[in-house]
């Protein structure tokens, strides 16, 4: 060992001569190892010669050492070896270290200058030391040479294998690939210095895995070596690689890996089924939609390329059951789609069709991707409940039908092989239920009540049937008894019809239309006959029938009037097609109104009955309201006229001889017919009545008799003038007249006084050439309150008359 290194170091200062001073001596470590230091001028001092301390040249100049990595001798490892041309091995030069490791890992001889590593190192871990070194005085330490620094470097050496950082490793290949497919790339990592030999250098190989899989030596890329390799057949292998250093050489470390190769599955095999025929057995009782067996077919491939879709070939006897696919357990489910029957059809044949789902283009020369399989389903007697012959009944019936009237019947068997009889009833859920009755051996539904249609026009009942021998199977059905109209109810008008016609009404002037409704059912399909009663007969209206179930009020004449008639009562006639029919007679409203020419309703009010010129309803509310106005005028008037009379004889106590009855009050004219009437001045007879009523004596009697024969005219001046001196004497004469010095005043006016008439109705009359007719010209609207307005001036010039 120490020759080897002794060699690696003279090629080392070779290689470096260039950093190194030429040694003047041979060295003098051991085994060549050492450094030499010589003086070298201005570097170090001399100590002899006689004339003092003289500057001398440092005589020691070092580069680098080396030490071997992983030593494990019994002793410390030498380095090299320090040395000055000042030192004459007289023990007078001291040699001192410092930097990295020393003192823990190197020690330097003082006085020899050796260098020693006292314990193995390893170059992975550092691959050199910086240190300093220095010669001094041994007595003094004086510095005898500046400190120079140098390095120790671990000389590398073979101990690390290549080792694979990630394995072991798992890669995936598609099966029935070709020779030379990638699998996958692995790499090795080896410690050692690559810059030194052939430490680092790998090489890759593959100790297990052959010959289905080879490795590229230097890439470390793994492929195929084999083609078409099956899944079905093998899908997992275990591939063991080699990394090698030294070039693969005798005595090179090494390190392996394993690689865990799957062949992923294609889709390269069809579905089988294990065998060719499967037999199944299903209960006749089994229900539509459930499962009456399962069948599998194999496919050897996995995941998406082992789905099968299972179908019935057409055909055969497939159409009584479906089939569906259980994707976890790849199974098909054949479920049933038809009622079976034991009695009707025993067993039954069909064939199963598995196919691959997803197929791959690439493996279709292998063949086809489907088998077939034949099922036969044996069908198992079931004891079962009486089967009616319909799944349900309908029976029609008249409400009139008498009690205990058969209206139907029902029918079940026994298809069993046993054959059992049957018996029926009926289930009562309802109280309307127990209008029917059932024979329980015949099944003949009879009546068990009255029916009324109008009540119940249909009766929903459950029909019950039971083997005799086995009373718990039994079956249902629903009857449904509808309940026909008798027609008893006559059709009458749909609505108390009310209705108008209008004053200027046309000929054959369609004025409303009626329709009519019956109690009897059905509505739809009904037929109704309008007509007026033959034993009437109608100038004014006729009923004409539109034969879609209405029919019109029609006018005869023209001519209507309010003030004529304002109401005509109309009879209709409403005939029905039942059998037997039936009729009955309503009657139509029908009032006169007035209406515009386009025929629109204007009037149709009460009043215009009373109103010769036709008042609106705005003008009657002010004449009553005059009227009203009237007669509380009149009640304050005589309620006054009281009052005073009361206080004129209140102050005639005292000397009533002295007293002149004044009347302030203002007469009326002709309207006056409390002071004064007006009305004996202008007929004769009556002031001869007048005059005997009163029963004066004969004398007065004879100068106040008028002969009747004397040819008089009316309200003439001469007759007015002997009234009046009648009067006077009367007052003269007669028992009533006023006492003592009483003054009666009589006068008159009107056309034959010298004021002529004051009266306000006179005036009116006389200015009445004013003409509201124009209004009329403003449209039919304006031609009613033209009339309305002459009546509204009259009626306000009464109250303004009386109010005086």
Known sequence: MITRNGLLLVFWFLLDKGFLAPLHSPPQSRMGREHHLR????????RHGASGVQRVKRG???????????????????VGKLHTDLDRDDSEVKYTLSGEGAGTIFTID????????????????KSYYTLRAQAVDMHTGRPLEPESEFIIKVQDINDNEPKFLEGPYTASVPEMSPGGTFVMQVTATDTDDPTYGNSARIVYSILHGQPYFSVDSKTGVIRTALPNMDREMKELYQV???AKDMGGQLGGLAGTTTINVTLSDVNDNPPRFSKSILHLRVPESSSVGSAVGKVRAHDLDSGKNAEVEYSIVPGDEGNMFDITYNGHSQEGIIVLRKHLDYENKRSYTFKVEASNAHLDPRFLHLGPFKDTTTVKVNVLDVNEPPVFTKTSYTIDVYEDTPVGTIIGSVTAQDLDASSSAVRYSIEWKRPVDSCFDIDTVEGTISTNEMLDRESNRQHNISVVASKVNNPLLSNKVTVTVNVLDVNEFPPELAVPFDTFVCENAEVGQVIQTISATDKDLPAVGQRFFFKSPREIRNRNFTVRDFGNNTAGIVTKRVGFQRRVQEYYVIPVVVEDNGYPAQSSTGTLTVRVCACVTEGSLL??????VFLPMGL????????????????AIFALYVGLRRQKKRETLMSSKEDIRDNVIHYDDEGGGEEDTHAFDMGTLRNTKAIKEKMLRRGTGSEVTAQTEINESTPTTEGSADIIRDYIHQRLQENHLGFSAPPYDSLVTYAYEGDGSVGESLSSIESWMADGGEDFKYLSEWGPPFKTVASDKQLIVLACVLFVEVSK
Request: aromatic share 10%; glycine share 8%.
């Open 616 to 631: 609106s309803t705005w003008a009657v509310m002010a004449i009553l309201l005059c009227m009203i106005i009237l007669l």
């Open 60 to 78: 020691w100049v070092w580069n680098q050492f080396f030490v071997l990595e992983e030593y494990v001798g019994s002793e410390p490892q030498y």
């Open 240 to 242: 063991l690689i080699q």
């Open 39 to 46: 003086g070298m001028a201005g570097l170090g001092l001399r």
């Open 110 to 125: 003082q006085t020899t200058g050796d260098i020693h590593a006292l314990m193995g190192l390893d170059r992975e871990e």
């Open 603 to 608: 009037s149709c009010t009460a009043e215009a």
